[in-house]
């Protein structure tokens, strides 16, 4: 056991108890005579109580941060050297004496260049950053998707909203998810003959749908209409027009046709406004 190495691996700021634990357990084992640490991944798992996946991250997260050094020992054991009283800046990570920070892509993969087992290496091109489990941050990708291949009958606003309800749930979609989804909203509006595409899109934004099925759109469509009937709606009514089956362009020539303006209303505060109205 090397003291010197205990109260070192005490003083690196900003560790996640599994990681500092770990390095904890390296240093018990340092031999401060010869330098000499080389415990197993089933010893480190024992003494710390932690699980050996948990054990096999934390020993990436110190090696990404350049606090230790290994070298593959024979046997299950492995040859582990402390940067022992090397500077460390406020995260944690070793600063050598040219003062650039120690972690970098070459140093979180092996010698074939694939990553080490633990080790997430962060992927080129879009990214938002995050932290795992053992505190180490990573990047995750970001989604971008275009709307230049939409169906002529879905405006790119009706589109972006859906896009946007999905981000807001935590679910963006891929370019290939909003490619299916929409042409399914044509078909679906073909096969119902009682609404728009672009209606249809409106519908599942509303609803917080990540998908899009025909008998989740015919079933909203009946809901709609008993609440109409039982509200003593437009169906079945020869003097006023069913709203709800209009199409967007319909309904505001509707509404200005009766003296309702339509202006910064949304399809659902213009029906109740004319509703409200007897229209």
Same mark, same amino acid.
């Given at each position: 056991m090397s003291q010197t190495a205990c109260n070192w691996a005490w003083t690196i700021p900003g560790l996640r108890p599994s990681v500092r634990i770990t390095l904890l357990c390296l240093a018990h084992h340092h031999n401060a005579n010869t330098?000499?640490?080389?415990?197993?991944?089933?010893?480190?798992?024992?003494?710390?109580?932690?699980?050996?996946?948990?054990?096999?991250?934390?020993?990436?997260?110190?090696?990404?941060?350049?606090?230790?050094?290994?070298?593959?020992?024979?046997?299950?054991?492995?040859?582990?050297?402390?940067?022992?009283?090397?500077?460390?800046?406020?995260?944690?990570?070793?600063?050598?004496?040219?003062?650039?920070?120690?972690?970098?892509?070459?140093?979180q993969k092996g010698d074939s260049g694939s990553p080490k087992k633990g080790t997430r290496v962060a992927p080129k091109g879009g990214h938002k950053q995050g932290r795992n489990r053992e505190g180490t941050v990573v990047r995750r990708k970001t989604q971008s998707v275009k709307f230049s291949a939409l169906p002529g009958a879905i405006p790119k606003s009706v589109a972006q909203e859906w896009v946007e309800m999905r981000q807001r749930i935590k679910k963006p979609p891929t370019q290939g998810s909003l490619d299916r989804v929409m042409a399914k909203a044509v078909t679906i509006a073909e096969a119902l003959g009682s609404i728009t595409p672009a209606e249809v899109i409106t =519908?599942?934004?509303?609803?917080?749908?990540?998908?899009? @099925?025909?008998?989740?759109? &015919?079933?909203?469509?009946?809901? +709609?209409? *008993?609440?109409?009937?039982?509200?003593?709606?437009?169906?079945?009514?020869?003097?006023?027009?069913?709203?709800?089956? =209009?199409?967007?362009?319909?309904?505001?020539?509707?509404? @200005?046709?009766?003296?309702? &303006?339509?202006?910064?209303?949304? +399809?659902? *505060?213009?029906?109740a406004k004319l509703e409200s109205k007897g229209l």
């Open positions: 330098g000499r640490c080389d415990p197993s991944g089933a010893l480190i798992a024992t003494e710390t109580g932690l699980k050996r996946d948990t054990v096999f991250r934390a020993l990436a997260a110190l090696e990404a941060a350049g606090l230790i050094r290994h070298t593959p020992g024979r046997g299950k054991s492995n040859q582990y050297h402390l940067a022992c009283g090397q500077p460390v800046d406020k995260s944690g990570g070793v600063v050598p004496k040219g003062g650039h920070h120690c972690i970098s892509n070459q140093s =519908m599942a934004t509303e609803s917080c749908w990540q998908g899009l @099925e025909q008998d989740w759109v &015919a079933n909203k469509l009946k809901r +709609r209409d *008993a609440q109409n009937d039982g509200n003593g709606g437009n169906r079945g009514n020869g003097d006023k027009p069913n709203l709800w089956r =209009m199409t967007d362009p319909e309904l505001v020539r509707y509404a @200005e046709g009766h003296g309702c &303006a339509s202006h910064g209303l949304d +399809r659902r *505060a213009l029906i």
